[in-house]
């Protein structure tokens, strides 16, 4: 073992030895010399949070950086639901602008059958608006939607 490791594994080998139990409530702490003393520590205490393989080594590494307020990482003012989507005459409701055609039409249980899902094959030609688009390509736009299946 080499003399880097030993410091840190010593208290993890002298509480599986000596039966020391390792929950919060307890802490190995290093002396000057060899051997290791145990403590009883208020294991409530905020500020204390004992670790029995570094010693707290850690506790102040970042304590110099300083991220800033962190920004709300979802959507800013939520989905634009559009509630004018209607397929076959069934109106779709909680249809999101720019979702795919192929998803809305799954979730109003309407069948549209598809090949290639890529755009390719145009087995999945639907009408919006009275022009033709494929469904798996084709996505919801602002406004009134009226898909018709062929």
Do not use: W
């Not at 393989?53 to 970042?62: M, Q």
């Amino acid at each position: 073992m080499t003399n880097t490791l030993l410091p840190l594994l010593l208290p993890l080998l002298l509480a599986c030895i000596y039966n020391i139990p390792t929950s919060t409530s307890f802490l190995l702490t290093p002396t000057t010399s060899t051997t290791f003393h145990r403590h009883s520590s208020n294991h409530h205490s905020s500020n204390h949070h004992p670790n029995l393989v570094l010693f707290g080594f850690f506790d102040k590494a970042f304590s110099n950086e300083d991220l800033g307020a962190r920004p709300n990482a979802g959507l800013k003012n939520g989905p634009t639901i559009n509630d004018s989507v209607t397929i076959n005459g069934k109106p779709c409701k909680n249809a999101v602008v720019g979702q795919k055609l192929s998803i809305v039409a799954n979730a109003a249980r309407v069948k549209i059958s598809y090949n290639c899902q890529k755009g390719d094959c145009g087995t999945c030609m639907v009408k919006v608006n009275g022009r033709k688009a494929k469904a798996c390509q084709a996505i919801v736009p602002k406004g009134t939607c009226k898909i018709e299946t062929l």
